[in-house]
Structures are given as structure tokens and as C-alpha cells.
């Protein structure tokens, strides 16, 4: 199939001295959705910003769709749509004039109508956009970066602050983008959307990509499928993290607060062990949980925080 997107040891420097970017090597094949997760700080912005054009890299090779920025960024421009996470809108356009608006940027948009009808906004067609409610702000954000019917699509947080629904209408329109062969480049503070939208992600931090993979290949490579969670009264020092961790079947432990999270293969097994050894210890359960692993467990195990920490 090709790649879309490719760059190559990028590096941003600002001042000489503050490192952005360290060295960020990427591959997205064409019809991929492809996320870009990472804590706030860890140079995601500064990587897409690079890649949509908008800023020089200080070294490192960028090729879209097989060129580069500086031969092609005229033609390039006319391949690509981008979606902020806040769209500054006109508030006293129409919606209809909107995406007439944006269209008129390109050579060959496409007709508004198609995009009103695809973006769920053709009942709103000629609503001022100021009137319109969140979710429909951010659908009709989107609309603006298909209206020149691009082969690739950049998304910034697409659903920070939308309502469940709205979310899954943007999933959506994701999904019928790709469906027609176009590539998607997501960043998201939501682990489950990149659950469910991206064939592979990156996970980047300090500059560098610590991780990359499908979902399924990261939880993995995490060592164990299924996490127990649980807490107990005097649980908090070191030789009970010690207990926890030579328990049979666990492949790693981790203490959040107090809340301990045993990644292991087998629960059944785990977990009578686990109830064996807090009675040995005259400790007491206060609660325990089981679940399969998630995208969020990988971010927190590599980076050491939650994605929505900051």
C-alpha cells in the first residue's frame, strides 16, 4: 500500500537548548489510523505540527504522501485536512457558508452538500455557527478539514468534551474517512477511542517514542491479559508490595494510592493465592476487582502516569 507518512531521526530544538523532539522515527501506511499518545509536554504537538507543515524541523526527514514540505508544499497542502482540538470559527456564518468558506481554499472540494450530509449537519445547514452546540461545533470542525477531500487527515483531540454520543458520531465519520482509503493521524487523551479507532499507535514521551505497536500487541507486551485490582488494610509497605509481586501468575504490580494492580495470565489461579496471603497477613480485603488489561495500563506502566494526569 505505501506510506502516507514517514519521517525519519526528527528533532526540534527551540533556543538551542530545549529538546521538543529527540530523534522520532515514523512509518503510517496508507488507510492507516495511526494515534500519537503521550502526557502533556512529551512533544506530540511539536511531532504533528511538523508533520502537517506548520513548523521547520531543526533536523530529521519528513515525506507525505512520498514528498517533502519544502519541494511540494502547495500540492501537499492540497492532500491533507486538520481538525484542532479548538476551531476558531465564525460565529455569524452559517454553517453552509462555512464549509463553502473552506472549500474555496482548494482546487476540487467537495460539494458542501456532501459534507453536511456526511458530518450528520445538513438539518443545521443554515444555523449560525454560534448557535450551534458542542458537539455540533466539532463535527462541523471536521467538515472543514474534509471539505477539500484529503487524502490524509490529521486529528487533534477530536472528542475532548463531548458528550458519549457526539464521541461516537465523530468515531464514526473517522471510521467512513478510512473506509474510503484515507489515512487518519490521531492524538487523544481518550485511551479507549485509541482502543477502538487506530490499527497502531505511538506512545511518546520526553521527545521520544518509548512505544509503538498495535493496541492488541502493546497490552501484550505489557506480560499479563487480565488485571486484579484491589486494596487492603496495612498493604501500603514495601514487603507487601513484595507478597504481591511472588504471588503465582503475576507479572508485574504497581501501587496507585494505595490500589494495588496485579497484571497476571491467570485470575483463577491469582486470586486464591492473593485472599491465602492477605489472611496470613491478619490484613483484610476493602475491595478487589477483575478486568482485562487496557491501552491505559501500557501508558501508565511506561510513563508512570495516568494520560489525563496533567
Not at 218 to 231: D, M, N, P, Q, W
Amino acid at each position: 500500500m505505501g506510506f502516507a507518512i514517514r519521517c525519519r531521526d526528527l528533532r526540534k530544538t527551540y533556543d538551542g537548548k530545549v529538546e521538543a523532539v529527540r530523534g522520532v522515527s515514523l512509518s503510517i501506511a496508507a488507510g492507516e489510523c495511526f494515534g500519537l499518545l503521550g502526557p502533556n509536554g512529551a512533544g506530540k504537538t511539536t511531532t504533528i505540527e511538523i508533520l502537517e507543515g506548520l513548523l521547520e524541523p531543526t533536523s530529521g526527514e519528513v515525506e507525505i504522501l512520498g514528498h517533502a514540505w519544502s519541494r511540494n508544499s502547495r500540492d501537499l497542502r492540497e492532500q491533507i485536512g486538520i481538525s484542532l482540538q479548538e476551531t476558531r470559527l465564525s460565529e455569524k456564518l452559517s454553517v453552509r457558508e462555512t464549509i463553502e468558506l473552506f472549500g474555496s481554499f482548494y482546487r476540487q472540494p467537495r460539494p458542501a452538500q456532501d459534507v453536511l450530509e456526511e458530518l450528520q449537519l445538513t438539518e443545521k445547514a443554515d444555523a449560525w455557527v454560534g448557535k450551534l452546540s458542542g458537539g455540533q461545533k466539532q463535527r462541523l470542525a471536521v467538515a472543514t478539514a474534509l471539505v477539500g477531500n484529503p487524502k490524509i487527515l490529521f486529528l487533534d483531540e477530536p472528542t475532548t468534551g463531548l458528550d458519549p454520543q457526539s464521541r461516537r458520531q465523530l468515531w464514526d465519520i473517522i471510521r467512513e474517512f478510512q473506509s474510503r482509503g484515507g489515512t487518519v493521524m490521531l492524538t487523544t487523551h481518550y485511551m479507549d477511542e485509541a482502543e477502538k479507532l487506530c490499527d497502531r499507535l505511538a506512545i511518546v514521551d520526553h521527545g521520544q517514542v518509548i512505544a509503538e505497536g498495535s493496541p492488541a500487541e502493546l497490552i501484550a507486551k505489557l506480560g499479563g491479559h487480565h488485571v486484579v485490582e484491589f486494596s487492603a488494610s496495612g498493604n501500603s509497605d514495601g514487603s507487601a508490595l513484595e507478597t504481591w509481586r511472588s504471588l503465582p501468575g503475576v507479572e508485574s504490580v504497581r501501587d496507585d494510592a494505595g490500589v494495588i494492580s496485579l497484571h497476571v495470565d491467570a485470575p483463577h489461579i491469582t486470586i486464591p493465592a492473593l485472599l491465602d496471603a492477605v489472611e496470613r497477613q491478619h490484613a483484610q480485603i476493602l475491595h478487589l476487582t477483575t478486568r482485562q488489561a487496557s491501552l491505559e495500563d501500557v501508558f501508565v506502566r511506561l510513563t508512570g502516569r495516568h494520560l489525563r494526569e496533567d
